[in-house]
């Protein structure tokens, strides 16, 4: 008699098929989304020298008022006047050091000249020229500086394992000098889909190919091409087949030789069509998972065929979405070095759930939002496992492990990252 796996114990089943993850070091620009495995660590000082934070006048600040007499004719007598020897914009230097009762002028962002201590921004400043300026507020040294290093050290640890780099993080490695960082390898993906009924892909301009008599298009592998992408994994191959047993298995073992993961959809139920377990079987000789207590998806393989590890999802679109969603995407991205969990999040019901008595553990597509700082739950959305529409509606995944759920419970939440 087959073995049927509770959810949980499928979960645990699948974690066993987790491809290892492998690292490898890419140039920084190439690692938006990857996981980090090394630390981050700056390569140089940031700012690498002290810089001007206002556009205005270096000056050494603390220092005795100029004579009287050096001020410009007509100047404020409660100002002190400086004599301007230079100017020096962002990318520029100024060369020689500042003496008591010398400026120059300096752009945001430009290095402050040798023995200058503080900048004076320009409405602090009176009759400015070329050569002479006022300054008619006072100033304490490091005034508009920001100094070397106020940002982080050379040697600084910036990023830790286990974070997903994203735009904000590829900014800060820029910023600190790091051309490289060690990261998770993506898992090279196959995606086969069978059905005969199907139909795939555009007919140009003119939009989606006609449909035979019996026949419908086919959305597995949008969403499945779409979902691995997103995540960073590569897709190698993307094939739709008819429901022919030969083609399927030479198929299936062409990808298994050059493939991570391989995953189908369709065919995997127990129909005069459904190849896929018995394929599974001769080619791995056991299938680690071959049926799920979970509505909707119990159809469901999990099997390694060499080095690859395969994933047989059902043919009905929502099923294989959740299928995907809370069995098979949180070990691709294990596999990626991210930590992810089924039901990592928790909301409240703001309705009651009166479902029919079964063994199986209910995924329902759901609507949360946050009020006054609750996740508030609301599934009362068409739950059929061949009904594709209320995708657009739901930004979450609930569990339930039981018939009767009354309004108010705190239920097992997924967030779809792409609903959010």
């Known amino acids: 008699m087959e073995r049927v796996h509770t959810f949980d114990e499928a979960v645990q089943e699948i974690r066993r098929l987790t491809p290892v993850p492998r690292s490898e070091t890419l ?12 630390e981050a660590v700056a390569q140089i000082d940031v700012p690498p020298f002290d810089r001007a934070m206002m556009d205005g006048y270096a000056i050494v600040a603390g220092q005795p008022a100029p004579p009287a007499d050096a001020r410009p004719q007509g100047g404020d007598s409660r100002a002190a006047a400086f004599r301007v020897v230079g100017s020096v914009a962002a990318g520029t230097v100024h060369p020689d050091p500042l003496r008591p009762g010398e400026a120059v002028r300096i752009m945001t962002g430009a290095p402050v000249p040798p023995g200058a201590n ?101 959305s597995n592998d949008a969403f499945l091409r779409g979902a691995l992408t997103a995540d960073g994994l590569h897709v190698r191959q993307c094939e739709t087949l008819s429901d022919d047993r030969r083609q399927i298995r030479q198929a299936l073992a062409a990808a298994c030789a050059r493939s991570d993961v391989v995953i189908t959809t369709g065919g995997v139920s127990a129909g005069d069509y459904d190849y896929l377990p018995g394929i599974l079987q001769e080619l791995s000789g056991h299938l680690h998972v071959r049926k799920v207590l979970i509505r909707p998806g119990a159809p469901f ?120």
């Not at 904000?168 to 000098?177: E, K, N, P, T, Y």
């Not at 700082?373 to 594709?388: I, K, R």
């Open 27 to 38: 140039p920084t620009d190439a690692c938006l989304g990857r996981i980090l495995l090394g």
């Open 118 to 218: 503080a900048v004076v921004r320009l409405e602090w400043c009176s009759n400015a020229t070329e050569t002479s300026v006022e300054v008619v507020h006072a100033v304490a040294p490091g005034e508009s500086i920001q100094p070397r290093g106020d940002d982080g050290r050379a040697g600084d640890v910036l990023l830790m394992p286990g974070v997903r780099i994203s735009p904000g993080h590829l900014a800060l490695c820029r910023a600190f000098g790091i051309g490289s960082l060690t990261v998770a390898a993506a898992p090279t993906c196959s995606v086969i889909v069978t059905g005969t009924e199907l139909v795939t892909g555009t007919d140009g301009a003119d939009g989606a190919p006609p449909l035979p008599p019996g026949r419908i298009y086919g």
């Open 301 to 420: 393989v999990a099997a390694k065929v060499g080095a690859a590890t395969v994933f047989a999802l059902s043919g009905n679109p929502a099923a294989s979405f959740v299928q995907f969603e809370t069995l098979v995407r949180p070990v691709l991205r294990a596999a990626l070095g991210w930590a992810d969990e089924p039901f990592p999040a928790s909301g409240k019901l703001l309705h009651d759930m009166e479902l029919k008595p079964v063994q199986h553990t209910r995924i329902l597509r759901a609507h949360a939002s946050i009020h006054q700082g609750e996740v508030l739950v609301d599934a009362q959305m068409p739950q059929s496992s061949g009904q594709v529409s209320s995708f657009s509606k739901a930004n979450c995944l609930i569990r339930l492990d039981a018939p009767s759920v009354p309004k108010g419970t705190v239920v097992p939440l997924r967030w779809l990252d792409y609903a959010r």
